[in-house]
Nanobody, 116 residues
Framework: VQLQASGGGLVQAGGSLRLSCAASRRTFSIYRMAWFRQDPGKERGAVAIIMWESGRTQYADSVKGRFTISRDIAENTVALQMNSLAPEDTAVYYC??????????WGQGTQVTVSS
């Protein structure tokens, strides 16, 4: 199983970006998917999680009201719409697929850089 993330780039503060992640092969049951991000020297942390069947979402406090996670069950994709971006959102963003007990598959990461 491979997760292919895309959509990162350079944007000015206040701008928007949309990240997308596609699962290459569906031979497993998806329980949840998420977007994580990691700054250099810091731990990777979840910014948004979506439950695959119900669509219920969770967000880190730092992105609430600005980021929206969504999924397309038919296409096995998850997206992250990021609005009102700020320099502190600069990081490498990773998509992940998980079960109820952990995260098992990771995308390759896509760089998001927000200039002030």
């Amino acid at each position: 199983v491979q997760l292919q993330a895309s959509g990162g780039g350079l944007v000015q503060a206040g701008g928007s970006l949309r990240l997308s992640c596609a699962a290459s092969r569906r031979t497993f049951s998806i329980y949840r998917m998420a977007w994580f991000r990691q700054d250099p020297g810091k731990e990777r942390g979840a910014v948004a999680i979506i439950m695959w069947e119900s669509g219920r979402t969770q967000y880190a406090d730092s992105v609430k009201g600005r980021f929206t996670i969504s999924r397309d069950i038919a296409e096995n994709t998850v997206a992250l719409q990021m609005n009102s971006l700020a320099p502190e959102d600069t990081a490498v963003y990773y998509c992940a697929v998980g079960s109820s007990i952990g995260w098992h598959y990771w995308g390759q990461g896509t760089q998001v850089t927000v200039s002030s």
